[in-house]
């Protein structure tokens, strides 16, 4: 039974974690590879508080300007972003915008 405990316990923690608040990384942040620890911290912290896509939007293109000049002046080519981190708030503002 001690042994069982710990595997029961991962078994009913893996749905919630799946289903856990959004994660910065490497494979949806741009600029990880420039960002210090502190920032990502800072940027993940930052992305999950908006409730406004525009709120979010603006500050997705001051952070894509930063790690721009970043690598530029590291000489190195940022690839470019596949998914909009912002775009489930526009989804979530639509459906009010047509009832007004």
């Given at each position: 039974m001690n042994r069982l405990l710990p595997v029961l316990l991962l078994a009913l923690a893996a749905p919630a974690?799946?289903?856990?608040?959004?994660?910065?990384?490497?494979?949806?942040?741009?600029?990880w590879q420039l960002m210090t620890p502190e920032e990502r911290?800072?940027?993940q912290a930052r992305i999950r508080g908006f409730r406004s896509y525009?709120?979010?939007?603006?500050?997705?293109?001051?952070?894509?300007r930063l790690m721009?000049?970043?690598?530029?002046?590291?000489?190195?080519?940022?690839?470019?972003?596949?998914?909009?981190?912002?775009?489930?708030?526009?989804?979530?503002?639509?459906?009010?915008a047509r009832a007004d």
């Open positions: 974690a799946a289903g856990g608040p959004w994660r910065a990384s490497e494979t949806n942040t741009r600029g911290i800072e940027h525009d709120e979010c939007r603006s500050y997705q293109l001051a952070h894509h721009e000049e970043r690598a530029r002046q590291r000489g190195i080519e940022l690839p470019r972003g596949r998914r909009d981190v912002c775009e489930h708030l526009r989804q979530a503002a639509e459906p009010a």
